[in-house]
Each structure stands twice: as structure tokens, then as C-alpha cells.
């Protein structure tokens, strides 16, 4: 047995999601960041900023970054669903803790009781604004994976009211010590937001996240390699290996950690940089990158993975530029496919496809157009399904150079 093959068993726990082990980047996003917490805590208003971008764009490693940032001086409180500010009451929880603020409420006699079925607006943001004034630090809410919220109100009014006159009198706070609420969610989540009159982001306030910029990347991967791995920082070969690594990453965070992780791993059990390293990182790496496109399509037969790849790929009016009604039509007319609409939706809830500053919609992960013509290839053939001229012209532009660059949303 080879002695790749056995590695694989010490790098299957790779930590693709969540606080990233080396930071790099983002020093707009972070300077934004400050100055908005600057601003809110100087002029006493609230201020609500929106990261939203494509699955593995890093949002959740930028967001962790942002609470130590604020750490020190304002109280950090990380909500998990929008549903936990569906009244003054649950607000006041969260600040103070259920027995102190139930005793602080007590004591100013702050009336808690919210009405059933019809809120009056004035009272809830009475009681909002009181509530608020109980906190003595500045205020930083958060709110991961924030584009749930269209699972939450599928039925689009249940709860709706109470958390959009809480997010309106938090909105317009003034006063107080300071308040931002932070918000990460994929690329449709503004736009979510506004459908459900929840929350408003100022066009300034929304931060379109975008790859690394090829220092940060290349930095990163040092780090792992040098500062994880224990790897000679002057090791002959270690900018070449680098930069071998950044031609499969293209500045994808996702793809930088997984390889990052797997080469780290690999050195520290083989104690050394060797080709056999070289080949299984890569190796290791575009499995991994696989696996993640694959989890996009989880539940989706194989039938409607090809129908979709072919409408996706065929609507484009150029390369990552899709028109959502003629890709819907498209859709309509395949046999597999019984809900059209449902379908695209999905995509759009997966992070498949995103709508971009132009106005149509992309495929906004990196190298992931390329891997659906080639998952187009396998799955035509194996289901006996004839590719059209198109498409057939499409499978062979994927030997045209930087097809796999990331396109600006």
C-alpha cells in the first residue's frame, strides 16, 4: 500500500468553517468596521452593517475577527436565530441575563407584557428604547448564517411584526452608549431582509464579500505551513509549493484552509516537505473541493444535477452571466424538473447561484463552473443524455485560459 494512502487517515478532521487559525486580509472590511464602531459609540446611534457573499467566502472566519476587535471594550452578544428579538422581553434577556433584568424591570417598573395578534409600535419601541438603556457598555449584536431567516418565516407573516418594530426602534437609537448589529449571511440576505421589512442596510453598510487578495492568501498559507507545521521558513522549496497551492485556491478562503490544513498535517507526519507531500496535498485538496461542490447539490437527484448544470451553463449570456426568467423557462421544460421555481430558489438558498452588482446572476464560487461541466460530462454519459452544440462548445472552452478566475459580484 502506498504511504499516501494511509495519510488520508490523519487529515480527515480538516476545520474548513468557523475562527480561522491565521488571519490575513480584509483591511478595508476591518477599517470599516472600526470606524463604525468609533461613530456609533461617539454619536450615541445604532448602526447595522451587513457581510454577505458565496459559501466559502469567508464570513464567519471575517466575523470572529471582528468580535476580538471588539472584545475589549464592548459586550459582544451572538445571537443564533432573528427570533430571539421577537419582543422587548427576549431583547432585555439578552443583554442583562433573565434574573437580572427581570429584577432591574421590576424595579424601574417597566411594563413587559407585549400584546397578542395587533403591536402597537409605539409602545413596543417605548419599551425597546428603555431596555436599552439599561445596558452600560456599548453593544455589539451578532447574527451568523442570518439568511436563514427565509426558513424561519416561510409562511412570511407569523412572527414577522414584533422583530421588525424591535429592529426599528434599534435602528433608531440615539443616546446610548453604542450599538451596532452585525449580520453574515449569503449574497440573497439583504435583499431577504428587505422582503421581510425586517432590517435596513444602508448601501454603504453592506459589505459584498470577495476573495483574498493573493498576499493575504500566500500568507496565510505560510503561516500553516511554517508556524503549524514547524516547516524552515527558508526551506528551498517552500515558495514554489506555495504558489503551486495558490494556482488550485484562486484566493478562495474555503480552498486555502483546506489546503492549508492538509499540507500542515501531511509535513507534521512525515517530518518533511517531500514530492510524496507535494502530491498528496494536491491530491487531498481537489478531493476536498469536490466534496464541497457536492454538498451544494445534497438531495438532488443525479437527473436533476445534469438539468440543472445544462441550464445554468447553456442560459449564460456570457461566461458567469445568467438571466434568472430564461433560466426558469429553461427549467419549465425539462421533464425532471416537476417545480421550477422551487428549484431555482434553491439554488439561490444554496449559494449556487448570486445575483451580482450588474443585475444578472453568477456562479460565484471559483473553479465550480468549471467542475459542473465536467460533473455535465459524466453525468450525460452515464445517463445516455445527447449535450447540445452549445454545450458541446462549452466542455471544450474549458482548455481556454482562466476560465476559473473569480468574477467580480
Given at each position: 500500500m502506498r504511504e499516501s494512502t494511509m495519510s488520508f487517515q490523519h487529515i480527515d478532521d480538516i476545520d474548513d468553517r468557523g475562527s480561522a487559525d491565521y488571519f490575513h486580509g480584509r483591511h478595508d472590511e476591518i477599517g470599516f468596521f472600526k470606524s463604525s464602531?468609533?461613530?456609533?459609540?461617539?454619536?450615541?446611534?445604532?448602526?447595522?452593517?451587513?457581510?454577505?457573499?458565496?459559501?466559502?467566502?469567508?464570513?464567519?472566519?471575517?466575523?470572529?475577527?471582528?468580535?476580538?476587535?471588539?472584545?475589549?471594550?464592548?459586550?459582544?452578544?451572538?445571537?443564533?436565530?432573528?427570533?430571539?428579538?421577537?419582543?422587548?422581553?427576549?431583547?432585555?434577556?439578552?443583554?442583562?441575563?433573565?434574573?437580572?433584568?427581570?429584577?432591574?424591570?421590576?424595579?424601574?417598573?417597566?411594563?413587559?407584557?407585549?400584546?397578542?395578534?395587533?403591536?402597537?409600535?409605539?409602545?413596543?419601541?417605548?419599551?425597546?428604547?428603555?431596555?436599552?438603556?439599561?445596558?452600560t457598555k456599548p453593544i455589539l449584536l451578532v447574527l451568523d448564517e442570518a439568511q436563514i431567516i427565509g426558513n424561519e418565516f416561510s409562511d412570511h407573516q407569523t412572527s414577522i411584526s414584533p422583530i421588525s418594530f424591535v429592529m426599528k426602534a434599534i435602528h433608531n437609537l440615539e443616546g446610548h452608549h453604542g450599538f451596532v448589529t452585525l449580520f453574515t449571511g449569503l449574497g440573497n440576505t439583504r435583499k431577504l431582509y428587505h422582503d421581510f421589512n425586517i432590517s435596513r442596510f444602508h448601501s454603504n453598510a453592506v459589505i459584498n464579500l470577495q476573495p483574498l487578495d493573493p498576499t493575504s492568501e500566500k500568507a496565510i498559507l505560510k503561516d500553516y505551513l511554517v508556524k503549524d507545521a514547524k516547516l524552515d521558513p527558508n526551506h528551498s522549496d517552500l515558495d514554489d509549493f506555495i504558489q503551486t497551492i495558490s494556482k488550485e485556491t484562486h484566493q478562495w478562503p474555503h480552498h486555502i484552509i483546506c489546503y492549508a490544513q492538509t499540507a500542515s498535517k501531511l509535513i507534521q507526519h512525515h517530518g518533511v516537505l517531500s514530492e510524496n507531500v507535494w502530491n498528496e496535498t494536491l491530491e487531498r485538496g481537489r478531493r476536498l473541493k469536490d466534496q464541497y461542490y457536492q454538498g451544494r447539490f445534497d438531495g438532488i437527484t443525479a437527473e436533476i444535477r445534469c438539468s440543472i448544470y445544462h441550464a445554468l451553463l447553456e442560459?449564460?449570456?456570457?461566461?458567469?452571466?445568467?438571466?434568472?426568467?430564461?433560466?426558469?423557462?429553461?427549467?419549465?421544460?425539462?421533464?425532471?424538473?416537476?417545480?421550477?421555481?422551487?428549484?431555482?430558489?434553491?439554488?439561490?438558498?444554496?449559494?449556487?447561484?448570486?445575483?451580482?452588482?450588474?443585475?444578472?446572476?453568477?456562479?460565484?464560487?471559483?473553479?465550480?463552473?468549471?467542475?459542473?461541466?465536467?460533473?455535465?460530462?459524466?453525468?450525460?454519459?452515464?445517463?445516455?443524455?445527447?449535450?447540445?452544440?452549445?454545450?458541446?462548445?462549452?466542455?471544450?472552452?474549458?482548455?481556454?485560459?482562466?476560465?476559473?478566475?473569480?468574477?467580480?459580484?
Open positions: 464602531l468609533e461613530t456609533s459609540k461617539r454619536k450615541g446611534k445604532a448602526k447595522s452593517i451587513l457581510i454577505q457573499g458565496p459559501p466559502g467566502v469567508g464570513k464567519t472566519a471575517l466575523k470572529q475577527e471582528l468580535k476580538k476587535i471588539a472584545q475589549p471594550n464592548w459586550k459582544v452578544i451572538e445571537i443564533e436565530s432573528i427570533h430571539q428579538l421577537s419582543d422587548p422581553f427576549g431583547l432585555g434577556v439578552l443583554l442583562l441575563g433573565r434574573k437580572k433584568f427581570q429584577r432591574v424591570a421590576q424595579e424601574i417598573g417597566l411594563d413587559l407584557k407585549i400584546l397578542k395578534g395587533k403591536i402597537e409600535y409605539q409602545k413596543i419601541k417605548d419599551d425597546v428604547f428603555q431596555i436599552l438603556s439599561l445596558a442560459n449564460e449570456i456570457q461566461k458567469n452571466q445568467i438571466r434568472s426568467l430564461q433560466l426558469i423557462e429553461s427549467l419549465t421544460l425539462n421533464p425532471y424538473i416537476k417545480d421550477p421555481q422551487t428549484t431555482w430558489d434553491r439554488l439561490i438558498a444554496k449559494g449556487i447561484v448570486q445575483v451580482g452588482n450588474n443585475g444578472f446572476y453568477q456562479i460565484p464560487i471559483p473553479s465550480m463552473r468549471t467542475w459542473m461541466i465536467k460533473k455535465y460530462q459524466q453525468y450525460h454519459q452515464a445517463l445516455g443524455m445527447k449535450p447540445s452544440t452549445k454545450m458541446q462548445q462549452i466542455i471544450q472552452s474549458l482548455n481556454t485560459p482562466n476560465i476559473d478566475n473569480h468574477p467580480k459580484i
